[in-house]
């Protein structure tokens, strides 16, 4: 028996409304959280406008309360990328992620810098200097390097930073505050270490919730896992098989949204980095023109992409003016009910990012 076939256009709108992107939801920040199990956070406040598009009743003061409170943690995860994690998934889903973490620093250009070194004995050090106190890769590489002659310090923090189980702590990462990188290991920061990894087969489970349907090759890009097959066959009763345009079989819950393709999808301004761009093998049930994704290097609230009628069809950028800034939205092809519907959702965005301040909205539709 052949299974379902899924069109682009469906599996747009069943993204679309795991992640939340259909309608804003009513979720408070921390089941938000944890139903997408984290968001991007490499840029250390994209979070913020990612969760400020999905919540109807989103708070970023409170949102960056639970960072400084430890309720809420930033840490290096998926595909060795910063998420932002309730504190629980932070315990066991970096725990879960750390073979993979640590592949990924063997296959790095760091270890060859360090031909000589025990490895083992520089993550015992920086366990006592990072639990002791946040330090910067510089301060960490520096003080390592006193008990490692003659090894580059960059090499040794970096090290560090993916072999132990490290959180980036506050004030980088929080609303309306500044800070630089600073690093702390788990027993530092929230007095326990993260020795008990999540169920693997629960953790696919839940990406099928927050992204699917879904084939096993976008599964592992999103976590940078191996071994999925057989995960997938332990779990082949929990699931509903599909098919895409290309025949690529597809995995889902058994009982799912999967709305119609005719849905209506807002306009949504997302964040330089997030989820939704970025966890998928196959993007183009998100970006059909096999466009790259922007990732230029900022504090996550200044620049993005935009979601139009449920594909990434602009860019967003904050323009400084003398009294506040304007959002400039670079785009093509709109119509004019497109194009007013990303002046009014922008207008909102930069009510958001700039409360009270004067600030235009100026679609460049080239």
Known sequence: MRPDRLTRRQLNRATLARQLLLKRSDLSVTAAVENL?????????????????????????AAGAALESGDHVRTHAMRATV????????????????????????????????????LAAVCREARSLVTERPLSRVELGRRLAEHFPGAPEEPLAYAVTYLEPMV???????????????????????????????NIDQVVLRYLAAFGPATVADIRTWSGLSGLPEVVDRLATDLRIFADDSGRELLDLLEAPRPAADQPAPVRFLPEYDNVLLSYDDRTRIIPDRRSVP?????????????????????????????????????????GPQ???????GLRLLGFLQPGLPGEVKVVNG
């Open 37 to 61: 199990i984290g968001l991007q956070s490499q840029a250390p406040l994209a979070h913020y406008v990612g969760l400020w598009s999905r919540l109807a009743h989103f708070d970023p003061i």
């Open 83 to 118: 998420h932002l994690f309730t504190r629980r998934d932070a315990l066991e889903i970096r725990a879960l992620m750390q073979p993979m973490l640590a592949a990924r620093f063997a296959s790095s250009p760091f270890p060859k810098l360090l031909p000589n070194v025990d």
């Open 168 to 198: 980036q702590v506050p004030p980088r990462g929080v609303w309306g505050k500044r800070g630089p990188v600073r690093w702390q290991t788990y027993r530092g920061w929230l007095h326990v270490d993260p020795d008990t990894p999540a």
């Open 295 to 335: 990732l230029p290097p900022g504090d996550g609230a200044r620049v993005g992409t935009v979601l139009i009628d449920g594909e990434f069809r602009a860019t967003w950028q904050l323009v400084p003016t003398e009294d506040g800034a304007d959002l400039q939205v670079d785009a093509a092809g709109l119509s």
């Open 339 to 345: 194009t007013s519907q990303v002046e009014e959702e």
